[in-house]
């Protein structure tokens, strides 16, 4: 009997430890992942080139050492014509009621955003596959939303969250090459406990995509998952931390591109990626494999920087440079508009550009308006 009762004292301090291991949670990561390059042709939304392919890159970046070798279970992929505003809701729902304490939820949209042009102009939005052209509420993501979905996760479920959207502004989103609105990127940065929150570019910004990157990506997202596959390591080695990805991109991103020779200082033109939150939260753990085929290349070095490699200048769309040339000056001093009244409006764009053909122009503006006029001559979506 005593022998029995020796094993049982020796045993119960062994059982009380076992049981106190097996209610520690493992944490776990869940990601939403989004990418709209092409939305409903009934909605007239104007399409994308790469959106999609970034959400592709970002996912598999995700499921990469780099990224926490995160389950394909544990990732909803959604592109294009996947991505409508039911299948988004249902994705945020279904991660909600997955996380609890100390998981790692990522959100990733690259897409169009846009705020609300009639009565609801203090809403933004980030636009679905089936989202109506300037009919966005309750037919898109409201930034409301989304931000309650945020605060949600980190506050009552006490998970970790990463919001990053690829959407930014632009006067008109049939503007071929940009994302977005003002609303999308300065409403994400509302920073809460245990949130991360990062955007493609500051408010009054535009967030360029070009076949150039990667053979055709987001500039933005190009340069995030590099720096999050390694290139963001500051000494080479380790785990690589928000402030580590803050520094990398602000130095990819460091390039300006002039509008016109006389106005250099004045009208040179950035995009800053905008990173909100623990600046010493980790992000990835250098994946040196990855790193290696990145050299490959030429992308440069971790920490060196160069014009010719890291550093490409973003290409100014002509439209965007159209439009910002008319803010150089009062747009009357531009423009003829008893000349413009009489026309029709499909005809308002050409006349505008051969207006400012008459000005006194360098080669470079010169040649890049007389490819702008010819690219709507022979497209009717993008002239209307």
């Known amino acids: 009997m005593k022998r029995y009762l020796l094993i049982l004292v020796l045993f119960l301090p062994c059982a009380r430890l076992i049981a106190q291991v097996q209610q520690v949670r493992v944490a776990h990561t869940y990601a939403i992942v989004i990418g709209i390059s092409q939305y409903s042709k009934e909605n007239n939304l104007p ?219 004045e009208h040179a033109r950035k995009q800053n990626p905008v990173l909100k939150g623990n600046t010493g939260f980790i992000l990835a753990r250098m994946d040196t494999q990855a790193l290696a085929g990145l050299r490959k290349m030429s992308i440069g070095q971790p920490g060196k920087f160069s014009i010719s490699t890291a550093l490409r200048p973003l290409p100014i769309q002509p439209a965007d440079l159209f439009f910002q040339y008319l803010k150089m000056q009062p747009i009357e001093a531009r423009l003829n508009f008893f000349l413009l009244d009489s026309l029709k409006p499909s005809e308002i764009p050409i006349a505008c550009i051969d207006q400012l053909l008459t000005n006194k122009l360098t080669d470079g503006f010169r040649d890049t308006m007389n490819t702008l006029k010819a690219s709507l001559q022979t497209d009717k979506d993008k002239l209307n």
């Not at 279970?73 to 729902?93: F, G, M, P, Q, S």
């Not at 203090?122 to 679905?128: P, V, Y």
């Open 47 to 265: 399409s994308l080139k790469y959106a999609h392919r970034d959400a592709e890159e970002f996912a598999r970046y995700l499921q990469s050492p780099a990224g926490g070798s995160v389950p394909t279970e544990h990732i909803i992929l959604l592109k294009n014509e996947e991505a409508t505003l039911a299948a988004v809701d249902n994705a945020l729902y279904q991660v909600r009621d997955s996380t609890g304490t100390n998981d790692l939820v990522y959100f990733y949209f690259a897409g169009h955003g846009d705020k609300q042009t009639s009565f609801h102009d203090n809403l933004g939005f980030l636009l679905t596959y089936n989202t109506p052209r300037f009919n966005y509420l309750n037919n898109a993501l409201r930034i409301e939303d989304l931000n309650d979905f945020a605060d949600g996760l980190s506050i009552s479920n006490k998970a970790n969250v990463v919001l990053i959207t690829d959407a930014c502004h632009s006067g008109d989103l049939a503007i071929n090459g940009f994302r977005g609105s003002p609303m999308v990127n300065e409403a994400l940065r509302s920073v809460k406990n245990k949130e991360i929150r990062i955007t493609s570019c500051d408010t009054d910004q535009l967030s360029v995509e070009g076949p150039d990157w990667g053979g055709g990506r987001g500039v933005f997202s190009w340069y995030l998952v590099n720096g999050l596959k390694g290139y963001a390591s500051r000494n080479g080695q380790g785990n690589i931390n928000l402030g580590d990805l803050q520094v990398y991109l602000d130095s990819c991103f460091a390039v300006d591109r002039v509008l016109d020779e006389d106005q250099q200082k």
